[in-house]
């Protein structure tokens, strides 16, 4: 009887589940999982294929980093990252490849892709959160940059090198 029941429960298992899932299955993924933050970062060139840094008010210590931020409730990925470019540079840029993915911070899933700007390509900071922003050669990043940022930017100019 306990043989019949243990190689029926995961069938029945599998029936509920079926019959649940096309009724409130997200529900009931959503109640049963981990919610994550996703942050989006841009590594943006300019024409001359200099990297953009950024130095952030709210990061501790002031350093240097890529454009980023986090994405909004409804926002896709490409989105939010040209949002968060566009609040803190006022740059236009058009979102490209995927360069990395990482989640090695609690619950953050963290995405960043190189972005081209696109039209006149004038820097308007946002004093609020941007302390200072330039455009430095990939031989030439600045000290206080963040260690994660530089090595995607090391990566990214060591794969268009070979």
């Known amino acids: 009887m306990v043989e ?9 298992t599998s029936r ?8 409130i299955g997200w529900e009931i993924l959503w109640l049963l999982n981990d919610k994550f933050v996703i942050g989006v970062s841009g590594l943006v060139l300019n024409e001359d294929g200099c990297v953009l840094l950024l130095r952030h008010r709210y990061w501790a210590g002031n350093l240097w ?7 909004r409730k409804g926002e896709t990925v490409l989105e939010a990252i040209s949002r968060e470019i ?6 236009r840029v058009e979102v490209g490849q995927l360069l990395n993915i990482d989640s090695g911070y609690r619950l953050r899933i963290g995405l960043t892709y190189l972005a081209t700007i696109i039209g006149d390509g004038e820097l308007i900071l946002d004093n609020g959160e941007v302390l200072e922003a330039n455009f430095f050669p990939f031989d030439d990043l600045p ?8 090595e ?9 090198l070979s």
């Open 143 to 150: 000290e206080g940059l963040i260690d994660s940022h530089r």
């Open 152 to 160: 995607i930017i090391t990566n990214y100019s060591i794969s268009i």
């Open 86 to 91: 566009m609040e803190e540079t006022g740059l």
């Open 65 to 71: 980093g890529l454009p980023s931020g986090y994405m």
């Open 4 to 12: 019949r029941f243990c190689h029926t429960m995961p069938e029945l």
């Open 16 to 23: 509920v589940w079926g019959f649940f899932s096309q009724r």
